[in-house]
């Protein structure tokens, strides 16, 4: 059997001595500051998380790009030439177009490598949402599953990974987009932060306005409590926007609130962050499928 | 215009730098359309990027065959392939290389089934093909062009671009019939837009045109004006109202004595054929205008007498069309939706911001001038809903509005009783309309018991309280009727204000409004003194424009 390469891109949030543990590998989108196109390194190489952060809060936009073909088509073959198949776990379709160009690259790439495998699955999540799915994937791969049964698992429980997560501020939310919720629901307010999920399709679904960052910490745990499965055996993990403190202090209250093993705590990558803005904190814990679809 | 029917790979290579040029110039407004299926405004961009990476494969080399350059041009636009609009542009060529595959020259035959397989292609790129965008604008110039080709056997390039070209624009301003989110934001589809650049700056390079952004002006404004609206004369509709018919004819002498012919000749034809008549005449120019539902007559009548310098024919039917069309959509202008807010502001800084946040129809007044209940009434007859919810904004307020309310039979009208600008924010910002009613105004409520309206004005004069004297000119911070707070600094009169609100240790938010009178560097002042004496608050300040007040704060 042909072993497999794991790849996520630069929404997965996975830091290097993760990948490394996991031995996985990733793509890399762009974000532009400044009319400057940057890689999107989930490491910070290039530019550091508080450089960047700071950055948006200066009030400089900063927008990102999905995967470009060309990097799909280096990294592919990197890893064909070596005689390796490729699973490529996407970041939400519903946030990024990068798993179309990974597709339409693949199909180019089996003709010159037909013994080659490239399987693409579509996250439906991002950050360390993608980022869990891509652990399990590691697990099985360790586990001598195959690369189709890997692909199968994730797109039987992608939706079970769950999210909660708000942002400290709408303005950064709302002008990348990628949100589902009316113009009103996010007009501009002061200190609201509307709970998101990432809803059965992979959007950004705004379920609840909560008033305050303390209640937005209490509620985002309440939905967690009621929704997670199995939380004794679970390390539930959380990606900040350069807000380690809140971070850390929304760890305790779940960790208490769910009685789970652990709570890992990392940094949200440009990408993400691009889009959500500094102060943003979001949960991911394993829990009851996600049967809602937002609509505006 | 040249009669050109076949292609060679240097030709083709001029066609499509032609299209990239242009859609380089237009890039920016392309992103501006850009709602769909995430609105990050960068299709144009993405769009050139991949053209780009075409042109950047072919540039050095030279190319016989169209065969070869599609090739190379293909490869390079997938490397160079970016977002969405990006992939299925590059697909899309990727399409015509294929269907240009083997051939040296190319015929209209090989152009509209190489067309015809980068629509497949394109189709195949995305997971969900959806209808309204650049794929339905691609794939009805497809359409068109075998039934074009079919009809005109013997065309040419440049005849069918053209026509192509018409097609498309049609197809593209349709686009937000087929997909809501373009209706709703108001704009065609960005990648439809971005494509149909690229094949106007072909059409361009093709007639020989220069491509600058002056000369496209007015393509580009066909692009975001109305043009004839196709839908207001079909197949079915009857000709009620004829042609206005216009042209100025230049007598000739060859036809006819120049020095002694009267425009009463044509006049008197034209009473016969036609009505509203204007006819004017200047020496040997004769300006005509007539209503007729036989133009060609008309024409071919005035011909015997001269030639033509201008001629404009139009079907009157489209234009009368056009103004019911318009009348009608005045009608639709009625606010529809299952849940509307009203509610009654003064200000327009207030008045702005409130609509930001989700009122559909304001009713003018406030504190001085408070409003009737016939002015809720006309502000109800906008809105076509189930419910109503009313928000008074101030305490004078609530009994007009409870009776409009009561008089009111077309909607359910309910009244949220928000005595406040503060408590009509608080209201607001926790609304949820995708909640049951019953929910919506629960929440509303909910925020507005937890919210405390603080208000900084000035005394008009000296009066004593119990615990508090204020003299006249000083500042004061009232919360509802009660004056907590009165200092000759205005930040010092807040602070205590604020300091002495009932519960302040259970509030996270504070939302200041500012007024006409707030001066950019008091802003800076307030905002230190809230930073630092109310560390645990979260704040942020409104332009509000009010005036008396100059701070309305909700403290939530």
């Given at each position: ?17 993760l ?23 989930l490491d ?38 070596k ?7 996407s ?17 180019e ?45 994730l ?36 200190g ?35 929704r ?13 926007a ?55 | 215009m ?19 040029s ?26 050139s ?12 080399s030279y ?44 015929t209209?035959?090989?152009?509209y089934?190489?067309?015809r397989?980068?629509?497949v ?28 080709l ?29 997909l ?14 971005g494509?149909l ?19 496209l ?15 207001a ?11 206005c ?5 230049q ?12 425009k ?25 205008h ?15 007498f ?7 024919i ?86 007009a ?30 609304m949820n ?11 509303m ?18 009066v004593d ?21 009165a ?6 009169a ?29 802003l ?33």
């Amino acid at each position: 059997m042909r072993s497999f390469a794991i790849l996520g891109d630069s929404t997965c949030d996975l830091n290097k001595d993760l990948r490394t543990q996991l031995d996985v590998d990733y793509v890399q989108m762009n974000f532009v500051l400044d009319g400057k196109e940057y890689p999107a390194s989930l490491d910070w190489e290039g530019m550091s998380a508080k450089t960047f952060y700071d950055q948006m809060r200066e009030g400089k936009r900063i927008t990102t790009t999905q995967v470009p073909a060309e990097t799909f088509v280096n990294k592919f073959t990197e890893y064909l030439e070596k005689g390796m198949d490729v699973l490529y776990i996407s970041c939400s379709s519903a946030l990024s177009g990068s798993i179309n160009t990974a597709k339409v690259v693949a199909k180019e790439l089996q003709e010159k490598y037909p013994d080659g495998k490239i399987v693409c699955v579509d996250a439906l999540n991002s950050s360390f949402g993608q980022g869990i799915e891509i652990m399990w994937a590691s697990r099985m791969r360790s586990d001598g599953s195959t690369i189709e049964e890997v692909a199968e698992f994730l797109e039987k429980n992608r939706n079970c990974v769950n999210q909660v997560g708000f942002v400290e501020k709408l303005d950064y939310l709302k002008r990348a987009g990628r949100v589902t919720a009316s113009s009103a629901f996010f007009g501009n307010l002061i200190g609201i932060k509307p709970l998101l999920i990432s809803d059965a399709k992979g959007q950004n679904f705004a379920v609840k306005k909560v008033k305050g960052m303390q209640n937005a910490m209490t509620e985002a745990v309440a939905m967690a409590k009621e929704r997670i499965i199995e939380p004794e055996d679970q390390i539930l993990y959380i990606s900040h926007a350069d807000s380690k403190e809140n971070a850390q202090k929304l760890g305790e209250m779940v960790k208490e609130a769910t009685g789970c093993k652990d709570v890992f705590i990392g940094s949200i990558g440009p990408i993400v962050g691009a889009s959500v803005g500094p102060g943003t904190l979001i949960l991911y814990y394993v829990g009851q499928e996600e049967t809602t679809i937002g609509e505006a | 215009m040249n009669n050109t029917t076949h292609l060679d790979g240097e030709a083709f290579k001029e066609l499509l730098l032609g299209g990239l040029s242009n859609l380089k110039i237009h890039a920016k407004e392309v992103d501006e359309l850009n709602v769909f299926p995430v609105p990050d405004g960068d299709t144009g961009t993405n769009m050139s990027m991949t053209l780009q990476g075409g042109v950047n494969a072919i540039q050095d080399s030279y190319f016989e065959s169209v065969s070869e350059f599609a090739k190379a041009f293909s490869r390079g636009a997938l490397l160079g392939a970016r977002g969405n609009s990006g992939v299925i542009l590059s697909q899309f060529i990727k399409g015509l290389a294929l269907g240009f595959d083997g051939c040296k020259t190319i015929t209209l035959l090989d152009f509209y089934r190489a067309f015809r397989e980068g629509v497949v292609k394109a189709y195949d790129a995305v997971l969900n093909p959806t209808e309204g965008t650049m794929l339905t604008v691609m794939r009805e110039g497809a359409e068109f062009l075998e039934v074009f080709l079919k009809d005109k056997p013997n065309t040419c390039f440049e005849e069918t671009l053209e026509s192509l070209n018409v097609s498309m624009q049609k197809s593209l301003d349709h686009t937000p019939d087929l997909l809501p989110v373009l209706k709703e934001a108001g704009v065609i589809d960005s990648g439809g837009a971005g494509f149909l650049y690229i094949f106007r700056g072909v059409e361009m390079a093709l007639k020989g045109e220069e491509i600058t952004a002056d000369q496209l002006h007015p393509h580009g404004h066909a692009l975001s004006m109305p043009t004839v609206d196709f839908s207001a004369f079909t197949a079915d509709s009857e000709l009620e109202f004829g042609y206005c018919t216009e042209f100025i004819l230049q007598l000739q002498k060859s036809k006819v004595d120049v020095t002694s012919f009267d425009k009463q000749t044509i006049v008197d034809y034209l009473e016969k054929v036609g009505d509203s008549i204007v006819a004017v005449q200047d020496d040997d120019i004769i300006k005509i205008h007539v209503h007729t539902f036989k133009p060609g007559d008309v024409l071919n009548y005035c011909q015997q007498f001269g030639e033509y310098i201008t001629l404009k024919i139009e079907n009157m039917s489209v234009q009368h069309n056009e103004i019911m069309l318009e009348e009608e959509r005045k009608t639709k202008n009625k606010i529809k939706k299952p849940i509307a807010i009203v509610a009654a502001l003064s200000g327009d800084g207030l008045k702005k911001y409130f609509q930001e946040i989700g009122v559909d129809v304001i009713v003018d007044g406030g504190q001085t001038d408070n409003p009737s209940t016939e002015d809720f009434l006309l502000a109800f007859e906008k809105i076509e809903a189930e419910h109503i919810i009313v928000l008074p904004c101030n305490s004078n307020i609530v009994m007009a509005s409870s009776q409009a309310a009561e008089i009111y039979k077309e909607a359910k009208v309910h009244i949220v009783k928000a005595k406040t600008i503060a408590e009509g924010y608080a209201a607001l910002s926790m609304m949820n309309l995708s909640l049951e009613i019953e929910d919506v105004i629960r929440d509303m409520e909910q925020a507005i018991s937890e919210t405390e309206t603080g208000m900084i004005t000035t005394s008009i004069r000296d009066v004593d309280y119990e615990n508090l004297s204020v003299k006249k000119g000083q500042f004061i911070g009232l919360n509802k009727d009660a004056v907590l707070s009165a200092s000759d600094n205005k930040i010092d009169a807040a602070r205590d204000l604020i300091a002495a609100t009932e519960g302040l240790e259970e509030k996270a938010v504070i939302v200041a409004f500012y007024g006409a009178n707030v001066t950019a560097d008091e802003l800076k002042e307030m905002e230190r003194m809230l930073k630092a004496d109310f560390p645990l608050l979260e704040y942020g300040f409104i332009e509000g424009g009010q005036e008396v007040y100059d701070y309305i704060f909700a403290i939530e």
